[in-house]
Protein backbone atom coordinates (compact mmCIF):
# COMPACT_ATOMS: atom_id res chain seq x y z
CA UNK A 1 0.00 0.00 0.00
CA UNK A 2 1.56 3.22 -1.20
CA UNK A 3 -0.56 5.37 1.34
CA UNK A 4 -1.03 7.09 4.79
CA UNK A 5 -0.85 3.83 6.94
CA UNK A 6 -3.04 4.08 11.27
CA UNK A 7 -0.17 1.33 12.10
CA UNK A 8 -0.84 3.25 15.69
CA UNK A 9 -4.43 1.52 15.39
CA UNK A 10 -3.41 -1.80 14.59
CA UNK A 11 -5.80 -4.23 15.96
CA UNK A 12 -4.85 -6.98 18.56
CA UNK A 13 -5.81 -10.77 16.79
CA UNK A 14 -9.19 -10.91 18.80
CA UNK A 15 -11.47 -9.48 20.39
CA UNK A 16 -10.81 -6.43 18.14
CA UNK A 17 -13.60 -4.83 15.36
CA UNK A 18 -13.22 -1.97 12.78
CA UNK A 19 -16.90 -0.70 12.51
CA UNK A 20 -17.18 1.27 8.82
CA UNK A 21 -19.73 4.19 9.67
CA UNK A 22 -20.49 6.16 11.97
CA UNK A 23 -24.18 6.85 11.76
CA UNK A 24 -26.69 5.66 14.16
CA UNK A 25 -26.05 1.71 14.14
CA UNK A 26 -22.06 1.74 14.23
CA UNK A 27 -22.03 4.37 17.02
CA UNK A 28 -24.61 2.73 19.42
CA UNK A 29 -22.36 -0.48 18.23
CA UNK A 30 -19.28 1.06 19.34
CA UNK A 31 -20.62 1.89 22.74
CA UNK A 32 -22.33 -1.96 23.39
CA UNK A 33 -18.83 -3.46 22.36
CA UNK A 34 -16.44 -1.44 24.23
CA UNK A 35 -18.28 -1.49 26.84
CA UNK A 36 -17.64 -5.26 26.92
CA UNK A 37 -14.18 -4.76 26.47
CA UNK A 38 -13.81 -5.42 23.00
CA UNK A 39 -11.52 -2.89 21.14
CA UNK A 40 -13.16 -1.03 18.59
CA UNK A 41 -12.20 1.29 15.92
CA UNK A 42 -14.59 3.68 13.47
CA UNK A 43 -14.43 4.81 10.39
CA UNK A 44 -16.69 8.13 8.96
CA UNK A 45 -17.11 9.09 5.94
CA UNK A 46 -17.89 12.51 6.93
CA UNK A 47 -16.36 15.44 8.86
CA UNK A 48 -16.93 14.90 13.03
CA UNK A 49 -20.64 16.22 13.57
CA UNK A 50 -19.56 18.46 16.60
CA UNK A 51 -16.96 20.26 14.76
CA UNK A 52 -18.16 20.54 10.92
CA UNK A 53 -21.47 21.29 10.09
CA UNK A 54 -24.06 18.22 10.18
CA UNK A 55 -24.42 16.81 6.80
CA UNK A 56 -26.94 13.78 6.45
CA UNK A 57 -28.17 13.66 3.43
CA UNK A 58 -30.81 11.90 5.13
CA UNK A 59 -34.27 12.85 7.25
CA UNK A 60 -33.73 15.20 9.50
CA UNK A 61 -35.72 13.61 12.88
CA UNK A 62 -36.81 10.51 13.44
CA UNK A 63 -39.64 8.28 15.25
CA UNK A 64 -38.05 6.40 18.00
CA UNK A 65 -40.09 3.71 19.54
CA UNK A 66 -39.73 0.83 22.48
CA UNK A 67 -37.67 -1.49 20.52
CA UNK A 68 -35.09 0.92 20.09
CA UNK A 69 -35.93 2.55 23.25
CA UNK A 70 -34.96 -0.86 24.98
CA UNK A 71 -31.76 -1.23 22.47
CA UNK A 72 -30.61 2.26 24.27
CA UNK A 73 -31.47 0.52 27.62
CA UNK A 74 -28.79 -2.38 26.72
CA UNK A 75 -26.39 -0.29 25.98
CA UNK A 76 -26.41 1.31 29.47
CA UNK A 77 -28.83 3.62 31.33
CA UNK A 78 -27.42 6.71 30.65
CA UNK A 79 -27.54 6.15 27.19
CA UNK A 80 -31.49 6.21 26.96
CA UNK A 81 -31.54 9.08 29.42
CA UNK A 82 -28.56 11.27 27.60
CA UNK A 83 -31.02 10.48 24.06
CA UNK A 84 -34.81 11.01 25.64
CA UNK A 85 -33.71 14.21 27.22
CA UNK A 86 -34.35 15.78 23.78
CA UNK A 87 -36.92 13.84 22.60
CA UNK A 88 -40.07 15.21 22.37
CA UNK A 89 -43.59 12.55 22.73
CA UNK A 90 -45.74 11.97 19.94
CA UNK A 91 -49.53 10.49 21.00
CA UNK A 92 -50.76 9.55 18.19
CA UNK A 93 -51.21 10.60 14.04
CA UNK A 94 -53.30 14.06 13.93
CA UNK A 95 -55.07 13.85 10.46
CA UNK A 96 -55.33 17.03 8.98
CA UNK A 97 -57.95 17.11 6.74
CA UNK A 98 -58.50 19.04 3.30
CA UNK A 99 -61.66 20.83 3.52
CA UNK A 100 -59.82 22.41 6.74
CA UNK A 101 -61.93 21.25 9.76
CA UNK A 102 -59.96 20.77 12.89
CA UNK A 103 -57.27 17.99 12.84
CA UNK A 104 -58.28 14.76 15.30
CA UNK A 105 -55.99 12.66 16.92
CA UNK A 106 -55.47 8.99 16.77
CA UNK A 107 -54.06 7.67 19.33
CA UNK A 108 -51.48 5.07 19.10
CA UNK A 109 -52.01 3.19 22.55
CA UNK A 110 -54.77 3.62 25.33
CA UNK A 111 -52.72 6.19 27.17
CA UNK A 112 -49.25 7.96 27.61
CA UNK A 113 -47.77 4.58 28.14
CA UNK A 114 -47.92 3.95 24.39
CA UNK A 115 -46.45 6.82 22.05
CA UNK A 116 -43.35 7.03 20.17
CA UNK A 117 -40.76 9.85 20.41
CA UNK A 118 -39.66 12.49 17.66
CA UNK A 119 -35.73 12.79 18.05
CA UNK A 120 -33.36 15.11 16.24
CA UNK A 121 -31.03 12.69 14.07
CA UNK A 122 -28.02 14.93 14.21
CA UNK A 123 -29.03 15.13 18.47
CA UNK A 124 -29.12 11.34 18.35
CA UNK A 125 -25.72 11.01 16.45
CA UNK A 126 -23.47 13.41 17.90
CA UNK A 127 -24.79 11.84 21.75
CA UNK A 128 -23.90 8.18 20.74
CA UNK A 129 -20.69 9.07 19.15
CA UNK A 130 -19.86 11.15 22.11
CA UNK A 131 -21.00 8.09 24.66
CA UNK A 132 -18.66 5.43 22.15
CA UNK A 133 -15.82 7.55 22.68
CA UNK A 134 -16.41 7.77 26.23
CA UNK A 135 -16.91 3.75 26.53
CA UNK A 136 -13.30 3.51 24.46
CA UNK A 137 -13.60 3.33 21.00
CA UNK A 138 -11.45 5.12 18.59
CA UNK A 139 -13.16 7.17 16.20
CA UNK A 140 -11.81 8.36 12.76
CA UNK A 141 -13.60 11.20 10.16
CA UNK A 142 -13.06 11.83 6.98
CA UNK A 143 -12.56 8.05 5.92
CA UNK A 144 -14.68 6.86 3.64
CA UNK A 145 -13.91 3.18 2.95
CA UNK A 146 -12.72 2.33 -0.78
CA UNK A 147 -11.39 -1.10 -1.55
CA UNK A 148 -10.99 -4.40 1.29
CA UNK A 149 -8.63 -6.89 0.54
CA UNK A 150 -10.12 -9.82 2.95
CA UNK A 151 -7.79 -12.05 2.43
CA UNK A 152 -4.81 -10.23 3.73
CA UNK A 153 -7.02 -8.14 6.38
CA UNK A 154 -6.35 -5.15 4.42
CA UNK A 155 -8.94 -1.85 3.70
CA UNK A 156 -8.11 1.57 2.61
CA UNK A 157 -9.95 4.26 3.07
CA UNK A 158 -9.59 7.71 1.21
CA UNK A 159 -10.45 11.40 2.92
CA UNK A 160 -12.28 13.03 0.32
CA UNK A 161 -11.27 16.17 1.68
CA UNK A 162 -8.05 15.77 -0.53
CA UNK A 163 -8.08 12.33 -1.52
CA UNK A 164 -5.20 11.15 0.44
CA UNK A 165 -5.04 7.26 1.39
CA UNK A 166 -5.26 5.85 4.68
CA UNK A 167 -4.89 1.74 4.75
CA UNK A 168 -5.46 0.05 8.10
CA UNK A 169 -5.32 -3.79 8.74
CA UNK A 170 -8.05 -5.24 10.42
CA UNK A 171 -9.27 -8.13 12.17
CA UNK A 172 -12.76 -8.43 11.09
CA UNK A 173 -15.18 -5.45 9.41
CA UNK A 174 -19.07 -4.45 10.59
CA UNK A 175 -20.64 -2.48 7.74
CA UNK A 176 -22.86 -0.08 9.53
CA UNK A 177 -22.12 2.46 6.43
CA UNK A 178 -25.81 2.73 5.43
CA UNK A 179 -28.32 2.09 2.39
CA UNK A 180 -25.20 2.51 -0.44
CA UNK A 181 -23.00 0.68 1.83
CA UNK A 182 -19.63 0.28 0.21
CA UNK A 183 -18.39 -2.69 2.62
CA UNK A 184 -21.12 -4.84 0.97
CA UNK A 185 -20.31 -3.83 -2.56
CA UNK A 186 -16.49 -5.18 -1.46
CA UNK A 187 -18.63 -8.23 -0.03
CA UNK A 188 -20.76 -8.56 -2.83
CA UNK A 189 -17.35 -8.77 -5.45
CA UNK A 190 -15.84 -11.63 -3.12
CA UNK A 191 -19.21 -13.85 -3.04
CA UNK A 192 -22.49 -12.48 -4.33
CA UNK A 193 -24.41 -11.48 -1.41
CA UNK A 194 -28.09 -11.87 -3.44
CA UNK A 195 -28.64 -8.61 -3.40
CA UNK A 196 -32.12 -6.41 -4.86
CA UNK A 197 -33.48 -3.24 -4.08
CA UNK A 198 -37.13 -2.40 -5.07
CA UNK A 199 -37.73 0.87 -5.01
CA UNK A 200 -41.41 2.86 -4.54
CA UNK A 201 -42.77 4.62 -7.20
CA UNK A 202 -42.93 7.66 -4.77
CA UNK A 203 -40.01 9.61 -3.13
CA UNK A 204 -39.48 12.21 -1.00
CA UNK A 205 -38.98 15.91 -0.06
CA UNK A 206 -38.23 17.55 3.43
CA UNK A 207 -39.41 20.97 4.43
CA UNK A 208 -39.37 22.82 7.78
CA UNK A 209 -41.83 25.08 9.90
CA UNK A 210 -40.06 27.22 12.22
CA UNK A 211 -40.85 27.97 15.95
CA UNK A 212 -43.13 31.37 16.42
CA UNK A 213 -42.15 33.77 18.97
CA UNK A 214 -40.35 32.61 21.95
CA UNK A 215 -39.75 28.90 20.43
CA UNK A 216 -43.26 27.86 20.64
CA UNK A 217 -44.76 24.96 18.39
CA UNK A 218 -46.84 26.21 15.98
CA UNK A 219 -49.43 23.28 16.23
CA UNK A 220 -49.39 20.52 18.39
CA UNK A 221 -46.10 19.31 19.18
CA UNK A 222 -47.16 15.81 20.86
CA UNK A 223 -48.08 14.40 17.83
CA UNK A 224 -46.90 12.97 14.29
CA UNK A 225 -48.75 15.39 11.75
CA UNK A 226 -50.65 13.71 8.48
CA UNK A 227 -52.19 15.21 5.71
CA UNK A 228 -53.26 12.12 3.41
CA UNK A 229 -54.20 12.73 -0.09
CA UNK A 230 -54.58 9.06 -1.58
CA UNK A 231 -51.78 8.82 -3.78
CA UNK A 232 -49.72 11.36 -1.77
CA UNK A 233 -49.13 12.51 1.60
CA UNK A 234 -47.40 15.11 4.03
CA UNK A 235 -46.25 14.11 7.37
CA UNK A 236 -44.59 16.52 10.40
CA UNK A 237 -42.56 15.20 12.93
CA UNK A 238 -41.63 17.78 16.23
CA UNK A 239 -38.36 18.73 16.92
CA UNK A 240 -37.28 19.64 20.62
CA UNK A 241 -36.39 23.35 19.70
CA UNK A 242 -39.58 24.74 18.44
CA UNK A 243 -39.48 23.63 14.65
CA UNK A 244 -41.05 20.05 12.39
CA UNK A 245 -39.38 18.51 9.84
CA UNK A 246 -41.96 18.14 7.13
CA UNK A 247 -41.75 15.49 4.64
CA UNK A 248 -44.00 15.84 1.97
CA UNK A 249 -44.45 12.25 -0.13
CA UNK A 250 -45.40 12.41 -4.08
CA UNK A 251 -45.20 9.84 -6.73
CA UNK A 252 -42.23 9.98 -9.12
CA UNK A 253 -44.53 10.46 -11.56
CA UNK A 254 -48.10 12.21 -11.78
CA UNK A 255 -50.82 14.88 -10.97
CA UNK A 256 -49.25 15.94 -8.66
CA UNK A 257 -45.90 14.40 -8.91
CA UNK A 258 -42.20 15.01 -8.92
CA UNK A 259 -41.93 15.15 -12.41
CA UNK A 260 -44.68 17.91 -12.91
CA UNK A 261 -44.19 19.59 -9.23
CA UNK A 262 -41.00 21.12 -10.01
CA UNK A 263 -40.59 25.11 -9.53
CA UNK A 264 -41.26 26.63 -5.88
CA UNK A 265 -44.58 28.25 -7.41
CA UNK A 266 -45.66 24.98 -8.20
CA UNK A 267 -44.89 23.54 -5.21
CA UNK A 268 -46.90 26.34 -3.06
CA UNK A 269 -50.26 26.13 -5.43
CA UNK A 270 -50.11 22.28 -4.69
CA UNK A 271 -49.72 23.31 -0.90
CA UNK A 272 -52.80 25.97 -1.37
CA UNK A 273 -54.90 23.03 -2.71
CA UNK A 274 -54.08 20.17 -0.86
CA UNK A 275 -52.75 21.31 2.17
CA UNK A 276 -53.91 24.50 3.12
CA UNK A 277 -53.45 24.59 7.01
CA UNK A 278 -50.03 23.86 6.53
CA UNK A 279 -48.79 26.31 3.71
CA UNK A 280 -48.97 29.41 5.96
CA UNK A 281 -46.65 27.38 8.59
CA UNK A 282 -43.72 26.77 5.88
CA UNK A 283 -42.51 30.56 4.97
CA UNK A 284 -39.49 29.01 2.96
CA UNK A 285 -41.45 26.58 1.06
CA UNK A 286 -40.65 27.73 -2.08
CA UNK A 287 -36.66 28.03 -1.95
CA UNK A 288 -36.10 24.82 0.20
CA UNK A 289 -38.61 22.96 -2.26
CA UNK A 290 -35.94 24.00 -5.22
CA UNK A 291 -33.27 23.27 -3.30
CA UNK A 292 -33.84 19.90 -2.06
CA UNK A 293 -33.47 16.81 -4.73
CA UNK A 294 -36.20 14.36 -4.22
CA UNK A 295 -34.95 11.18 -1.85
CA UNK A 296 -35.58 7.49 -3.26
CA UNK A 297 -37.39 4.98 -1.30
CA UNK A 298 -36.71 1.43 -1.32
CA UNK A 299 -36.41 -1.97 0.83
CA UNK A 300 -32.95 -3.34 0.12
CA UNK A 301 -33.42 -7.81 0.52
CA UNK A 302 -29.95 -9.40 0.80
CA UNK A 303 -30.09 -13.25 0.80
CA UNK A 304 -26.46 -13.47 3.08
CA UNK A 305 -25.26 -10.57 5.72
CA UNK A 306 -21.75 -11.96 6.21
CA UNK A 307 -18.99 -13.25 4.39
CA UNK A 308 -17.18 -15.53 6.32
CA UNK A 309 -15.41 -14.21 9.86
CA UNK A 310 -14.42 -11.33 7.88
CA UNK A 311 -17.24 -8.87 7.45
CA UNK A 312 -20.86 -8.15 8.64
CA UNK A 313 -23.12 -5.62 7.95
CA UNK A 314 -26.41 -4.06 10.13
CA UNK A 315 -28.61 -1.59 9.81
CA UNK A 316 -29.54 -0.30 6.53
CA UNK A 317 -26.18 -1.76 4.70
CA UNK A 318 -27.86 -5.20 5.78
CA UNK A 319 -32.08 -4.58 5.17
CA UNK A 320 -33.05 -0.55 4.26
CA UNK A 321 -36.76 -0.32 4.15
CA UNK A 322 -39.05 2.36 3.63
CA UNK A 323 -39.56 4.67 6.35
CA UNK A 324 -43.13 4.57 6.74
CA UNK A 325 -43.27 2.09 10.17
CA UNK A 326 -40.38 4.60 11.56
CA UNK A 327 -38.68 1.35 12.20
CA UNK A 328 -35.02 1.73 9.88
CA UNK A 329 -33.41 2.95 12.98
CA UNK A 330 -35.18 1.21 15.31
CA UNK A 331 -34.33 -2.35 13.88
CA UNK A 332 -30.83 -0.88 13.67
CA UNK A 333 -30.58 -0.82 17.21
CA UNK A 334 -32.12 -4.04 17.75
CA UNK A 335 -29.19 -5.53 15.26
CA UNK A 336 -26.32 -3.88 17.76
CA UNK A 337 -27.83 -5.84 20.76
CA UNK A 338 -27.83 -8.87 18.70
CA UNK A 339 -24.81 -8.56 17.56
CA UNK A 340 -23.00 -7.68 20.53
CA UNK A 341 -24.19 -10.83 22.18
CA UNK A 342 -23.82 -12.70 19.54
CA UNK A 343 -20.24 -12.18 19.59
CA UNK A 344 -19.93 -12.66 23.22
CA UNK A 345 -21.28 -15.93 23.21
CA UNK A 346 -19.75 -17.55 19.97
CA UNK A 347 -16.85 -19.13 19.48
CA UNK A 348 -15.30 -17.75 16.75
CA UNK A 349 -16.60 -14.55 14.68
CA UNK A 350 -17.90 -16.47 11.33
CA UNK A 351 -20.21 -18.38 14.20
CA UNK A 352 -21.42 -15.05 15.78
CA UNK A 353 -22.26 -13.39 11.98
CA UNK A 354 -24.12 -16.77 11.27
CA UNK A 355 -26.20 -16.73 14.53
CA UNK A 356 -26.89 -12.92 14.16
CA UNK A 357 -28.00 -13.27 10.50
CA UNK A 358 -30.27 -16.35 11.54
CA UNK A 359 -31.47 -14.32 14.45
CA UNK A 360 -32.29 -10.81 12.96
CA UNK A 361 -33.03 -11.52 9.17
CA UNK A 362 -36.82 -12.76 9.46
CA UNK A 363 -37.63 -9.94 12.09
CA UNK A 364 -35.92 -7.44 9.90
CA UNK A 365 -37.97 -8.87 6.42
CA UNK A 366 -40.76 -8.35 8.44
CA UNK A 367 -40.65 -4.85 9.86
CA UNK A 368 -40.10 -4.19 6.19
CA UNK A 369 -42.93 -6.00 5.22
CA UNK A 370 -45.24 -3.86 7.67
CA UNK A 371 -43.53 -0.45 6.62
CA UNK A 372 -44.56 -1.35 3.09
CA UNK A 373 -47.96 -2.01 4.67
CA UNK A 374 -47.88 0.97 6.62
CA UNK A 375 -47.18 3.41 3.74
CA UNK A 376 -50.71 2.29 2.10
CA UNK A 377 -52.21 2.60 5.39
CA UNK A 378 -50.89 6.19 5.73
CA UNK A 379 -51.43 7.08 2.12
CA UNK A 380 -55.46 5.65 1.83
CA UNK A 381 -56.75 4.67 4.74
CA UNK A 382 -56.14 7.36 7.66
CA UNK A 383 -59.22 9.70 5.94
CA UNK A 384 -61.09 7.27 5.88
CA UNK A 385 -64.62 7.36 8.10
CA UNK A 386 -64.33 3.65 7.71
CA UNK A 387 -60.97 3.43 9.11
CA UNK A 388 -61.56 5.45 11.75
CA UNK A 389 -64.47 3.88 12.69
CA UNK A 390 -62.53 0.90 12.64
CA UNK A 391 -60.10 2.14 15.15
CA UNK A 392 -62.74 3.51 17.08
CA UNK A 393 -64.08 -0.07 17.67
CA UNK A 394 -60.66 -1.83 18.49
CA UNK A 395 -59.94 0.85 21.62
CA UNK A 396 -63.25 0.73 22.70
P1 LIG B 1 -27.07 5.54 8.41
O1 LIG B 1 -27.82 6.30 9.42
O2 LIG B 1 -27.32 5.83 6.96
O3 LIG B 1 -25.52 5.71 8.72
C1 LIG B 1 -24.53 5.27 7.81
C2 LIG B 1 -23.23 6.00 8.14
O4 LIG B 1 -22.18 5.45 7.33
C3 LIG B 1 -23.29 7.49 7.82
O5 LIG B 1 -22.76 8.22 8.88
C4 LIG B 1 -22.47 7.61 6.54
O6 LIG B 1 -21.85 8.87 6.40
C5 LIG B 1 -21.44 6.50 6.74
N1 LIG B 1 -20.88 5.99 5.47
C6 LIG B 1 -21.51 5.78 4.30
N2 LIG B 1 -20.66 5.28 3.38
C7 LIG B 1 -19.46 5.18 4.00
C8 LIG B 1 -18.17 4.72 3.56
N3 LIG B 1 -17.96 4.29 2.31
N4 LIG B 1 -17.15 4.74 4.46
C9 LIG B 1 -17.34 5.18 5.72
N5 LIG B 1 -18.55 5.64 6.20
C10 LIG B 1 -19.58 5.62 5.33
N6 LIG B 1 -36.15 5.11 11.05
C11 LIG B 1 -36.81 5.10 12.23
O7 LIG B 1 -36.58 4.22 13.07
N7 LIG B 1 -37.75 6.05 12.51
C12 LIG B 1 -38.09 7.02 11.61
O8 LIG B 1 -38.96 7.87 11.88
C13 LIG B 1 -37.41 7.05 10.35
N8 LIG B 1 -37.71 7.98 9.44
C14 LIG B 1 -37.06 7.99 8.25
C15 LIG B 1 -37.42 8.94 7.30
C16 LIG B 1 -36.80 8.96 6.05
C17 LIG B 1 -37.23 9.98 5.03
C18 LIG B 1 -35.78 8.01 5.78
C19 LIG B 1 -35.08 8.02 4.44
C20 LIG B 1 -35.42 7.05 6.73
C21 LIG B 1 -36.06 7.03 7.97
N9 LIG B 1 -35.75 6.07 8.94
C22 LIG B 1 -36.42 6.05 10.12
C23 LIG B 1 -34.72 5.04 8.70
C24 LIG B 1 -33.40 5.44 9.32
O9 LIG B 1 -32.98 6.69 8.80
C25 LIG B 1 -32.36 4.39 9.01
O10 LIG B 1 -32.88 3.10 9.21
C26 LIG B 1 -31.13 4.58 9.91
O11 LIG B 1 -30.52 5.81 9.62
C27 LIG B 1 -30.16 3.42 9.70
O12 LIG B 1 -28.99 3.66 10.44
P2 LIG B 1 -27.60 3.13 9.89
O13 LIG B 1 -26.61 3.51 10.93
O14 LIG B 1 -27.73 1.72 9.45
O15 LIG B 1 -27.33 3.98 8.55
Not at 3 to 12: E, G, H, N, R
Not at 61 to 75: C, F, P
Request: glycine share 8%; aromatic share 8%; net charge negative.
Amino acid sequence: FDAVSDTSLKPSPSRSLAIVGAGLAGSLLAILLSRRGWRVTVYERRGDPRVSGYESGRSINLALAERGRNALRQAGDNVEAAVMARAVMMRGRMVHPRDGTPPQLQRYGRDDSEVIWSIHRRDLNITLLELAEQAGAEVHFHRRLHTVDFDAGHARFIDDRDDTPHDIQFNSLVGADGAGSALRAAMNRRQPLGERTEFLDHSYKELEIPPAAGNAFQIDPNALHIWPRGRYMCIALPNHEGTFTVTVFLPNKGDPGFNTVTTGAEAQAMFARDFPDALPLIPTLVEDWEAHPPGLLGTLYLERWHTDGKAVLIGDAAHAMVPFHGQGMNCAFEDCVALARQLDDASDLQRAYAAFEVERSPNAWAIQQMALENYLEMRDQVADPAFLLQRELELA
